[in-house]
C-alpha cells in the first residue's frame, strides 16, 4: 500500500548516487528485499514508470532479488525457515529465534551510462 | 558500457534520518512520545480516550492523530482533555516523519510531558516508517483473530509494547491465546504485554502505570 512512498525513495536515492558519478542514465536498479518487508513487486513497477518519467532514470530495469525469512533457534542452533502459521523451530519446538535474513529493504547498486 | 555503482543505502534512509531529528527535538523537550498503531477497530482511539482520562492531572498530554480523511479522533481526544493536533494524510496509508515534523511544530513542547501519536489505522505500512518516538505501540484486539503475528510479522517485529484489547470477549470469540503469544515470541523476544479492555476497564490501571512511570524516568533524565 505504501509503495509510493516506497518508489520515491527508491528514485531518489538511485538519482543522487548516479550525479555523483556524473552519469547520462540509469539503465538498471537492484533492489533487495526480504520477505517480511512487506513491499509488492509489481505495484513498485507500476509507480516507477509513472516517476521515472522525465528522470534520468526513466525507463530503467528494476530488478528484484527475494530473501526468504530465515531464523535461528536460540535453544538448539539450528537454521530454518519459519512456515505461514508456524514460527516455532521445527526441531525443539523452541520459540527462542532470531532473525538471520528477511528483513532487507534497500537498494543495493544501480547500473548507469556515462 | 554501462558502469557498476554499488549504492547500499536503505530505501527509506531519509525519512529514518527526519525521524531521528524529530526525536532529538522531543528529547530536549524532555517529551515522551509513543506511535500507537493497530488494524481499523482494533481501539487505538478507545484506549487513548481511556489513557487521557486516568493520567489526566499527572501526565500532561499532547496527541498527534493521523486519520485519513475526518477530525473525529482529534475531537475524541480533545473532549476527553489532551491538546490535539490532526494530520489528514489525504488517503495516505501511514504516517511519516515528515508529517509528525509538522504535527510537532503545532504543539508547544514546553508545556507536555507526553506525546502519543496515532497512527493510520493498518497492520503494514506504518510498521515501516519511523516517526521519531521512543516506544512503539501495538494494540491488538481479540475479534481481529489469533493469527495476525503470522501475517504481519513486520508490524510485531518493530514494537515495544503490544496491548490485547477487547478481552472482555474472549469467551465469545475462538482466539488461541497461547497460539497468539507463541508468535509474538518467536517476532519480538520479551516484548512488554498488557492485556486489557477499553470497554470494562479490566488491566487499564497496569498500562497507565507503566506509561506514566515511562513518563517520570524519561523526564528525570
Known amino acids: 500500500m505504501h509503495e509510493l512512498a516506497v518508489t520515491e525513495s527508491i528514485l531518489e536515492i538511485a538519482v543522487r548516487h548516479a550525479e555523483a558519478h556524473k552519469a547520462r542514465r540509469i539503465t538498471d536498479l537492484y533492489l533487495v528485499l526480504g520477505q517480511w518487508s512487506s513491499i509488492v513487486d509489481d505495484s513498485v513497477q507500476f509507480y516507477w514508470d509513472l516517476i521515472s518519467e522525465g528522470t534520468t532514470a526513466k525507463g530503467a530495469n528494476l530488478h528484484f532479488r527475494r530473501v526468504p525469512v530465515s531464523l535461528v533457534c536460540e535453544d538448539c542452533g539450528i537454521k530454518y525457515e519459519p512456515g505461514s502459521d508456524e514460527f516455532t523451530c521445527p526441531n525443539c519446538r523452541g520459540s527462542h529465534a532470531r532473525v538471520i535474513t528477511g528483513e532487507e529493504f534497500q537498494l543495493e547498486a544501480i547500473d548507469i551510462e556515462e | ?221
Request: hydrophobic share 45%; net charge neutral; aromatic share 6%.
Open chain 2, 1 to 221: 558500457m554501462p558502469k557498476h555503482i554499488p549504492v547500499v543505502e536503505k530505501i527509506l534512509s531519509a525519512n529514518d534520518r527526519l525521524a531521528l531529528e524529530n526525536q532529538s527535538r522531543l528529547d530536549s523537550a524532555k517529551v515522551l512520545a509513543i506511535n500507537v498503531m493497530a488494524s481499523p477497530g482494533a481501539g487505538k482511539t478507545s484506549l487513548i480516550e481511556q489513557t487521557i482520562k486516568g493520567l489526566e492531572g499527572r501526565v500532561r498530554i499532547g496527541m498527534i492523530n493521523g486519520d485519513i480523511a475526518t477530525s473525529f479522533d482529534a475531537s475524541r481526544a480533545r473532549a476527553a482533555g489532551a491538546v490535539a493536533v490532526q494530520i489528514n494524510t489525504g488517503g495516505g496509508c501511514h504516517l511519516d516523519a515528515v508529517m509528525v515534523q509538522s504535527a510537532i511544530s503545532q504543539l508547544d513542547l514546553g508545556a507536555l510531558d507526553l506525546v502519543i501519536i496515532e497512527n493510520v489505522g493498518n497492520l503494514v505500512c506504518p510498521a515501516d516508517f519511523k516517526l521519531g518516538t521512543h516506544k512503539s505501540v501495538l494494540v491488538a484486539s481479540i475479534p481481529e483473530g489469533d493469527d495476525k503475528p503470522y501475517k504481519y510479522p513486520g508490524m510485531y517485529r518493530g514494537v515495544d509494547v503490544v496491548v490485547i484489547n477487547k478481552i472482555d470477549l474472549l469467551p465469545y470469540v475462538p482466539f488461541r491465546m497461547d497460539f497468539f503469544k507463541k508468535g509474538i515470541e518467536v517476532l519480538n523476544p520479551g516484548v512488554r504485554q498488557f492485556e486489557l479492555s477499553c470497554q470494562t476497564g479490566a488491566g487499564i490501571q497496569a498500562w497507565l502505570d507503566w506509561l506514566e512511570g515511562g513518563v517520570k524516568e524519561f523526564r528525570s533524565h
